[in-house]
């Protein structure tokens, strides 16, 4: 079976400083893993997702995250928070291949204060 | 339009009422989904559908009839609904199936009272 826990549900930066979110999962299987944003109000959007290659994956609005294996993580990073990277962010799992059901973590809340 | 719109935005009912929620998808999909997202809890798939037919069901009480009568329309009936079900309905769209390349609407936040 697969999960996915994100540490931390509530996460305070200042603009400026280093973003890190964390996400720890569990797959007796290869995974793919996403991490999506979702804005006030708004729906949920792809932010990045890492499948096979390459272990540090960039996306969009500057995040980045990268896979490691041995410590069954896959935490996203931004050097530089900015005010409008306030949101709620979600990390996923999938099995790698044709099975495609995305396993949820709870979402982390990022503040970023002026 | 492109991407998946959801009406209406906000949604007020009162546990004898029937209601519905609408999606909509400019993307030439062929997969839609109903999602429900509540606090403190990972977001639940609940409906799948395919080519207009469903093909998931996610153990989904019976007071949540998911309709689907083309691939760029789904629609969400609701009736005699229980304060617990009060979330925000997410629906998204997908090419083949691929739950992890979705696109996701804005979705419809309901309250139940």
């Known amino acids: 079976a697969q999960s996915v826990t994100q540490l931390g549900s509530h996460v305070s930066v200042s603009e400026g400083a280093l973003v890190l979110l964390r996400c720890n999962y569990s797959?007796?299987?290869?995974?793919?893993l996403f991490w999506y944003v979702q804005y006030p109000n708004q729906g949920l959007q792809l932010l990045l997702k890492?499948?096979?290659?390459a272990t540090l994956v960039k996306g969009i609005n500057g995040f980045e995250a990268e896979f490691k294996k041995s410590e069954t993580s896959f935490h996203l990073t931004k050097p530089s928070a900015h005010m409008s990277d306030a949101a709620e962010y979600f990390c996923?799992?999938?099995?790698?291949?044709?099975?495609?059901?995305?396993?949820w973590g709870l979402g982390t809340s990022l503040a970023v204060n002026p | 339009e492109t991407g998946v719109t959801q009406t209406p935005r906000h949604l007020v009912m009162g546990m004898t009422n029937k209601k519905s929620l609408k999606c909509e998808q400019h993307?030439?999909?062929?997969?839609m989904y109903w999602y429900k997202q509540s606090a403190k809890k990972p977001l639940e798939l609940m409906f799948v559908?395919?080519?207009?037919?469903?093909?998931e069901n996610n153990s989904v009480p019976s007071r949540f009839s998911p309709e689907c009568p083309n691939s760029s329309h789904l629609f969400l009936h609701l009736h005699t609904l229980q304060p617990e079900d009060s979330a925000l309905y997410l629906c998204?769209?997908?090419?083949?199936?691929?739950?992890?390349?979705?696109?996701f609407g804005q979705g419809t936040r309901l309250t139940v009272v």
């Open positions: 559908y395919s080519l207009e037919e469903r093909v």
């Open positions: 998204a769209s997908s090419q083949d199936r691929r739950e992890t390349e979705a696109f």
């Open positions: 993307l030439g999909h062929n997969a």
């Open positions: 890492y499948t096979t290659g």
């Open positions: 996923a799992v999938s099995r790698a291949g044709n099975n495609r059901k995305l396993i």
């Open positions: 797959s007796s299987v290869p995974p793919y």
